[in-house]
């Protein structure tokens, strides 16, 4: 779970770095933004992980200001609101019992908070008889404005259409939610990544599988439900 820390808290502060940008960051392509933004985003990361480990000797004096500031900015984004995500405990009751052919081998679910942003999560991973395997899991990003969300998930904000003979990846809407869509036909492994309200973001994924097996376990989600939790 400390891995996930690292990412949302890096896309945080690179999120909320990015929002004050000038105008010359629009100069770039979508891929250089994306590629830009996920070094800077593995640094910040990395630098906030050292708050987040057990025993860890916490954040250097640079690292402290720059939270100081990122914590001001993102109140003034969020509007001054507290930010704090959903009991991770309701995310777990959304997660299906289990798929067809497949059983439910673990459950688990976390609440993480740093820079006064909380998120929770939770998944579920699936097994068949024959190596087939499938995880889902919920993120509740908690409530961020919308800008510094959609930072957090820049495919969000792309047109992506790639297919090669080996697979492909797309961006595309499903249930009327922005998803990202990528499946690799040599490994028979596939991922889908769904951006739910403005604050949710629900991921399948499985090796051994059809793209058909992760849309299906995606479909067990009641997402209606999922978007009334905020």
Not at 134 to 151: H, N
Not at 210 to 219: D, F, H, R, T
Request: hydrophobic share 35%; aromatic share 6%; charged share 25%.
């Amino acid at each position: 779970m400390l891995g996930f820390a690292r990412f949302y808290y890096g896309a945080l502060l690179v999120a909320l770095l990015l929002g004050g940008c000038g105008k010359g960051s629009d100069e770039k392509q979508p891929g250089e933004k994306l590629e830009g933004a996920g070094r800077e985003r593995e640094a910040a990361g990395v630098a906030m992980e050292k708050a987040l480990e057990p025993g860890g000797q916490g954040l250097d004096e640079p690292t402290q200001n720059l939270e100081k500031a990122v914590h001001k900015s993102a109140e003034a984004l969020a509007g001054g609101k507290a930010i704090e995500a959903v009991d991770f405990r309701k995310l777990k009751e959304l997660l299906p019992a289990g798929l067809p052919g497949m059983k439910r081998t673990d459950a688990q679910g976390s609440k993480n908070a740093a820079l006064g942003f909380s998120l929770s999560t939770a998944a579920g991973t699936y097994e068949g008889e024959k190596g087939e395997n499938i995880r889902v899991a919920i993120t509740d990003l908690g409530s961020t404005s919308p800008q510094v969300a959609q930072g957090m998930v820049a495919w969000s904000l792309l047109d992506i259409q790639q297919e090669t003979d080996d697979g492909y990846e797309k961006t595309t809407t499903i249930s009327g939610h922005r998803a990202f869509e990528r499946y690799d036909n040599k490994n028979k492994s596939g991922q889908i990544q769904l951006y739910v309200g403005g604050r949710f973001v629900v991921e399948t994924e499985g090796s051994e599988v059809s793209m058909e097996a992760i849309k299906g376990a995606l479909s067990k989600l009641d997402l209606a439900k999922l978007q009334g939790l905020k």
